[in-house]
């Protein structure tokens, strides 16, 4: 007769392939049927606490540890949430990269506050 096996929750510094790290608590979550390493990232001086969920085939290796030092590694490897991503935003720094990549020093340098100066002898500005 099988043992039933103790739930898996501990502090760990979990390192992923990709040479990446991340440390927060660590349990085991079930996903659409799949057995994944949840990671609760705790809250530090410069991020709010957020959540990662890891599939096996991600984790290099589980470095169980006491919740100071994973507390210690989630401040030091400053691991960031997924942001959400906006479309709009993008197009625009997008389109402010195209337009410095292409324009003259003189446009790079072209200040909206200045335009003023910059009448030409029909009463336009360029």
Not at 85 to 102: G, R
Request: proline share 6%.
């Amino acid at each position: 007769m099988s043992q039933p096996q103790d739930k898996f929750d501990l502090w760990c510094v979990v390192e992923l392939f990709g040479h990446s790290k991340i440390a927060g608590r660590c349990t085991e979550q079930n996903i659409a049927g799949t057995n994944m390493l949840r990671v609760d990232v705790p809250e530090t001086e410069s991020q709010p606490s957020f959540t990662r969920l890891l599939g096996s085939a991600a984790i290099y290796a589980i470095n169980p540890v006491d919740e100071g030092t994973a507390r210690h590694y989630a401040q030091k490897l400053s691991i960031k949430p997924i942001e959400s991503w906006d479309i709009s935003e993008f197009m625009k720094k997008h389109a402010q990269h195209q337009l410095a990549a292409t324009a003259s020093p003189e446009e790079r340098n072209f200040s909206p506050e200045l335009e003023d100066d910059y009448d030409d002898d029909n009463g336009g500005t360029f």
